[in-house]
């Protein structure tokens, strides 16, 4: 996922609406990966979105306003929040990094919320302020002082954000959303609910069944009753 992407946050959103109607839910592991649309950017190169569209996609500002107004009303259309002006632009590393810790920590996903909510919906920034990070980490579960020792290291979980990024390239996955399902099968952008449903019961319908191991004679084994104690 892409945190400065606002088809990733729509695309959260289908897909954990797909989910939950998923019968096999409880069988299905998320792991949320490390996707920069700007590779390389510097800290303190903060512009407003709208600027960044015209320059970076050669449009006009009624083209990039116009396209603002279109994923305001599709975020709309699930639920969520969506600032179709004065939102801002900027390096997302840091809160890459953020996210890594928080998955050690069992946070990850909700740090991802509050941090795509923060960037699409709220009016403040959150690329000009580690403090507004550390709010952001902090009301999903992490500790403050953990939280602000990851971004005093530019080297904290660096390292796994690039193996992240480098696994999207081996992976084919030169846009985001970009979901991945087993390792075997791949759904490209914000897709509508249904086409995540049946991605996730094909996958699950195709996984390998367990094959026992005979070896022609009984052996000792606990079960739901409890271990068999060997009579001597």
Known sequence: ???????????????????????????????????????GRAKDDIQPVITMLTKKYGMSAAQAEAGEDNLGAQAAAEGLAYRTRGRDHGSTFDMHRLLHFAKEQGRQDQLLDGLYRANFAEERSVFDDDERLVELATAAGLDAEAVRTVLADPDAYAAEVRAD??????????GVPFFVLDRKYGVSGAQPAEVFAQALAQAYGERPA??????GADADACGPDGCAVPQH
């Open 210 to 215: 367990l094959r026992i191991v005979d070896g």
């Open 165 to 174: 990024e480098r696994e999207a390239a081996q992976l084919g996955a030169n």
């Open 1 to 39: 996922m892409a945190l400065g992407c606002p088809w990733c946050y729509v695309g959260k959103a289908r897909f954990e609406k797909a989910l939950r109607d998923f019968p096999h839910r409880d069988d299905v592991e998320v792991v949320h990966r490390s996707f920069e649309l700007d590779p």
